[in-house]
């Protein structure tokens, strides 16, 4: 018999998924702004990439150690599906110099990026049955890619009130027998918190208790100018076995090159044990790699970044929290609770009730964006609904201008006493 219709049709779970990530969701409110009627050119907070900005301009290492690789016409054919040998020692090396033990090249496995290395570990820790915990504030990304995996997610909160630590209670609440892993992001996106050493290896030691592997993301790692320095999760892998999420997008300030890496820092053998090393390998062999000429880049780049760079990176990154938390306090109506100590971003909440029509933290950045062409992150998409995210990565004068449009808009917005 003939078929009536077309074998294929719209794939609605996609759509759904496509709705958390960060690039629709800013699309959406993009779609709002138009510069020529409000007299004001757009000012873009809604996502972590300062690179459009000059003061945040990448090391002359980087185009040094990308055109002496395509230059060496060594690195124009397929790499290994894991990466390439002096890629993966020069992480390796890189990431040793904050452990008290060494990795090597065998630890470490290579992706398209922090967001692929997401999709990657979701992938090799699927089995029906299993759940997964995510914190509340969380990455949309992860969101995202759990549609597709059989993984049960479940929240633990990060608390607000206490520099946005995990509620280590309410970690042990949610995990049984079938729970696998626990996600930490540090520095925090979207929270820019840090957490100390000592709440570390409690969540370590929680980890070790409930038998469940800890995905440690530091894309921002040594992106910190608070009073806490950056200890990786790492440091704990003798507690309990991490696997590591990094990239050269924000620390470089190259998001757009793609380059990403997985490392498991487990020194007592755990995840070779059980197989779980050898699932990372076959995961990545039918995946994407990074391109094989960045890839060539890396050791160069990873030898010979001046630390001068870094310095003035996180002291651009200082400079503008400390002018965006205190100014902050000028506008009615929102309150930032936690002075953000590193990353680029910062939560905002929404005092809603001072509104007279603003229903939530959607209408408030889609408004925003209409009569002010200035975008925000709205805090639904991120798990706090009536909170906005906010990345400060931008010029001074880029900021300024912002606090004075925010303010504008809340004081035309509130209710009248």
């Keep these: 018999m003939e078929k009536q219709e077309w074998g294929f049709k719209e794939n609605h779970e996609l759509h759904a998924a496509a709705s958390f990530t960060i690039r629709n969701i800013l699309e959406a409110i993009m779609g709002n702004i138009d510069e020529t009627a409000t007299g004001k050119p757009m000012i873009h907070l809604g996502h972590g990439d300062p690179s459009v900005y000059p003061c945040f301009k990448p090391s002359p290492v980087l185009e040094e150690a990308l055109v002496q690789s395509i230059q060496s016409t060594q690195f124009n054919g397929y790499p290994a599906g894991v990466g390439i040998i002096p890629a993966r020692r020069a992480i390796a090396e890189y990431l040793t110099r904050d452990l008290p033990y060494e990795l090597t090249a065998d630890d470490v496995f290579l992706t398209a990026g922090a967001n692929h290395a997401i999709e990657v570990v979701l992938t090799f820790l699927s089995r029906p049955g299993a759940n997964i915990l995510f914190p509340r504030p969380n990455y949309p990304i992860y969101e995202a890619r759990a549609r597709f995996s059989p993984l049960e997610v479940r929240h633990f909160d990060l608390l607000p009130e206490k520099g946005w630590e995990v509620d280590l209670d309410g970690v042990k ?207 639904y998409a991120v798990g706090m609904k009536n909170w906005v995210r906010v990345s400060f990565a931008a010029e001074p004068n880029v900021l300024q201008d912002a606090i004075v449009r925010l303010k504008a808009f809340c004081l035309r917005h509130a209710k009248q006493q």
């Design 173 to 379: 609440a949610l995990a049984d027998e079938n729970t696998v892993a626990i996600v930490l992001i540090n520095p925090g996106n979207p929270c820019g918190n840090v957490f100390t050493i000592d709440h570390m290896r409690k969540i370590a030691e929680l980890a070790r208790e409930l038998r469940i592997l800890v995905i440690a993301d530091e894309v921002y790692a040594h992106q910190v100018f608070g009073q806490k320095p950056f200890i990786p999760m790492g440091v704990f892998g003798d507690i309990a076995p991490v696997v590591t999420l990094g990239s050269l997008s924000k620390r470089w300030i190259i998001p757009g090159w793609r380059f990403g890496w997985i490392a498991i820092t487990d020194p007592n053998g755990i995840l070779r044990k059980t197989g779980l090393a050898e699932t990372i390998k076959s995961t990545l062999v039918i995946a994407a790699d990074p391109p094989t000429v960045i890839q060539g880049a890396i050791p160069y780049i990873m030898k010979n970044t001046p630390d001068s760079f870094f310095l003035n990176i996180n002291k651009i990154l200082k400079g503008a929290s400390d002018m965006f938390y205190e100014r902050l306090k000028e506008i009615p109506f929102v309150a930032c609770p936690h002075k953000p100590e590193g990353s680029m971003f910062a939560m905002v909440k929404l005092k809603l009730e001072a509104f007279a029509d603003v229903a939530d933290d959607t209408d408030f950045c889609m408004k925003l964006a209409k009569e002010e062409s200035m975008i925000l992150f709205p805090g």
